[in-house]
């Protein structure tokens, strides 16, 4: 908050009860002063006024900056002796504005550093993290979920969209763009040459990938036993990480029957959590709300996620890997067959390339709250910068294949399921999705038709 008459008690207090069910502490930065308090009632207690920060994640001092970071940098720690402003700053504010020096961080992210009176905001090119930003005549105000802001009686709130930074001062709030990834993506020269050897690039890619979101975790995998989480579980465990593999459903679902199957067969370690359809229908009113998307189609995505998250959580495991944009990237659904159909393989191209860039706004942010509420962090594979680019430079004709038999989705990770020594049934099996494959679709149905809400 940028004016000393704003009464930033009041509003924080409205930002932790709207969001309350996932802090077990709020840290405050105050014109250099920390404050760590476990509730509201701390919190009042306080009497804070003038500028303060609203952080959910790390929050640390570096020299006069203080920094909130939600995710994480992977090439920077290690080169550079861990996250310093003056690294990513170059000596100042104005080097953010140096797209070179942004677009040299990999990771899933979403930052803020304060500095001088002043906030950077920072957000990866893929959107992988939420980050909402807000200005009145209080001053501005950011947030990782747009319900936060709405307590505080904020307007104009929007998404501060991925690959931008914004620069929040007395004179405002103004953005940039650093790295428009989509467009990098569409202008990419296409591999040319046999299956086998575009599968190996991408499995190196992926192999990767995983390795370094891994690293220093105790680490899970969202498994449904299907073809994008057998490859993840898979790398992890070739990586000597015994990843240990969370699933929800109902007991006789697809998604479980399955993944009890393929975790044996792949000789690691499976916690489901079996449900039934008088503990999904408590859960319900709870999801929506965490969610904040009260939809059946979003609410039945959600409920499995978070009964898999809360396994997750129960298990000791920080970090889930998911397969998320696995389906987008390399054509997975099944609607991607009727847009070759019509439009040929070019516009089939950028069909791809317009749902992957979507990914934040329709499904990324929606999961994410949805594991943040287990107090566990996702990190999504498939969405790595490096494998994103290497997806799009794939031939669209080795991603959704046409032969006599008919269409094969997902044909090149088909192929690498194959390298990887999967069983037949995982590298053929067909996509199936997580509302389905669980079973709650028809329990979500049916209880929020009940409800008049469809």
Avoid at 127 to 138: C, E, F, I, K, Q
Wanted: charged letters at 25%; a neutral charge; one cysteine or more.
């Amino acid at each position: 908050m940028s004016r000393e008459d704003v009464n930033a008690t009041e509003i924080l207090s409205r930002m932790l009860r709207a969001t309350g069910y996932r802090w077990s502490s709020l840290a405050l930065w105050l014109n250099g002063d920390f404050f760590d308090v476990k509730g509201v009632d701390e919190l009042s207690r306080l009497g804070l006024r003038g500028r303060a920060c609203l952080c959910s994640v790390n929050l640390s001092a570096y020299q006069d900056s203080a920094i909130a970071l939600d995710g994480e940098i992977y090439n920077l720690g290690d080169a550079h002796g861990g996250w310093r402003p003056s690294t990513l700053l170059g000596g100042g504010l104005e080097g953010v504005q140096e797209k070179s020096r942004m677009r040299g961080l990999d990771g899933s992210y979403a930052f803020v550093i304060m500095h001088d009176g002043c906030a950077v905001l920072a957000r990866d090119p893929v959107g992988t993290r939420p980050l909402y930003v807000a200005s009145d005549g209080r001053g501005n105000a950011f947030a990782t979920e747009r319900k936060a802001l709405l307590a505080a009686d904020f307007q104009g709130i929007r998404p501060l969209k991925p690959g931008h930074v914004a620069f929040a001062d007395k004179h405002g709030l103004r953005e940039l763009e650093f790295y428009n990834l989509p467009e990098e993506l569409r202008t990419l020269r296409p591999f040319t040459g046999p299956s086998q050897e575009i599968a190996s690039i991408l499995l190196e890619n992926l192999r990767c990938a995983v390795a370094k979101m891994v690293k220093g975790k105790k680490v899970g995998v969202l498994f449904s036993g299907g073809l994008d989480s057998s490859i993840i579980a898979k790398l992890s465990s070739d990586l000597g990480m015994g990843p240990r593999l969370v699933c929800a459903g109902l007991p006789t679902s697809k998604d479980v029957l399955r993944a009890k199957r393929v975790a044996e067969v792949l000789g690691l370690e499976l916690h489901v959590r079996e449900l039934d359809e008088g503990e999904i229908e408590k859960a319900l009113p709870e999801i929506a709300r965490i969610t904040g998307r009260p939809s059946p189609l979003d609410v039945s995505i959600a409920t499995p996620l978070y009964f898999a998250s809360m396994e997750a959580k129960e298990a000791g495991l920080d970090r889930v890997l998911v397969g998320q944009g696995a389906d987008e990237a390399f054509a997975g659904y099944k609607r991607y067959e009727k847009v070759l159909e019509k439009c040929g393989y070019e516009l089939l191209g950028e069909e791809l390339l317009k749902d992957v860039s979507q990914l934040y706004e329709k499904n990324l942010e929606r999961d994410y709250n949805t594991y943040l509420a287990c107090s566990v962090e996702p990190a999504y594979p498939y969405l790595d910068v490096a494998v994103l680019k290497c997806a799009f430079m794939i031939p669209v004709r080795e991603k959704l294949k046409v032969d006599a038999v008919g269409y094969s989705r997902k044909h090149i990770l088909r192929v690498v399921g194959k390298m990887l020594g999967l069983p037949e049934y995982v590298v053929s099996m067909p996509k199936s999705a997580i509302q389905y494959g669980s079973g709650v679709w028809k329990v979500v149905k049916r209880v929020l038709k009940n409800a008049r809400l469809m």
